[in-house]
Structures are given as structure tokens and as C-alpha cells.
Nanobody
Framework: AQLVESGGGLVQAGGSLRLSCVVS????????MTWFRQPPGKEREFVST????????RYAPSVEGRFTISRANAKNTVYLQMNSLKPDDMAVYYC?????????????????WGQGTQVTVSS
């Protein structure tokens, strides 16, 4: 499968962005989908995951209540709505897919990765 992220950009602190990740060449509704991010000079970290059925979600404590993950299986797309953005949210955001119901928190456990989209938050 191929994953392509979009929607990143420059936003002021307190603003919002919606990231999208389109999956092609695979069976989208067989994948748990997850967003990771890699801040400058830091390790890649888990942000949020949604089950293959879309009925279960999980968030990192740092984004809980501000970010919302969703998926549209008919469009082979997973979204990440990011509100109340902070400078600490600045990172390259990656989506990842893993065959199965739930998505693990370790990026190394995933089957497919996107190329990433840059999110820059100005203070």
C-alpha cells in the first residue's frame, strides 16, 4: 500500500489544521491507522490511532482533547483534526497503517508509512 499525507503548513499558536492521509493499493478497512510525529531533533512519537472499524481511538496525553482522529473508509482516508495548536506540536507528521484491528504505539510495528507532512506552529 502507498500512503500520502497532506494538509500540513504554517499556523499560529491557537490555530487549527486538518491532516489527511490517503491510502492506495491496499485494503483500507483492514488497517488500523495511526498518526506519529517527529519534532525537530527528537524521536518519532505516537500521536493517535483509530481501529480498522473506526470505533476505537486512542491519543497521546499531550494531544488528548485537542486532536481528533477519524477515518472515511469509502474514501480510503484517515484524518487528524488538530485544534489549539501549540509550538510543541511542531513536527513532521506521518501516517502509518498496520493490518489488524488495533494500532500499536511503536512505529516500528507498522506495515506501511507515508512520507510525512510538515506542521509548523509559530508563537
Amino acid at each position: 500500500a502507498q500512503l500520502v499525507e497532506s494538509g500540513g503548513g504554517l499556523v499560529q499558536a491557537g490555530g487549527s489544521l486538518r491532516l489527511s492521509c490517503v491510502v492506495s493499493g491496499g485494503v483500507f478497512n483492514a488497517y488500523a491507522m495511526t498518526w506519529f510525529r517527529q519534532p525537530p531533533g527528537k524521536e518519532r512519537e505516537f500521536v493517535s490511532t483509530i481501529s480498522s472499524g473506526g470505533d476505537s481511538t486512542r491519543y497521546a496525553p499531550s494531544v488528548e482533547g485537542r486532536f481528533t482522529i477519524s477515518r472515511a473508509n469509502a474514501k480510503n482516508t484517515v484524518y487528524l483534526q488538530m485544534n489549539s495548536l501549540k509550538p510543541d506540536d511542531m513536527a513532521v507528521y506521518y501516517c502509518a497503517a498496520k493490518v489488524g484491528y488495533h494500532g500499536p504505539s511503536r512505529w516500528g510495528d507498522y506495515d506501511y508509512w507515508g512520507q510525512g507532512t510538515q506542521v509548523t506552529v509559530s508563537s
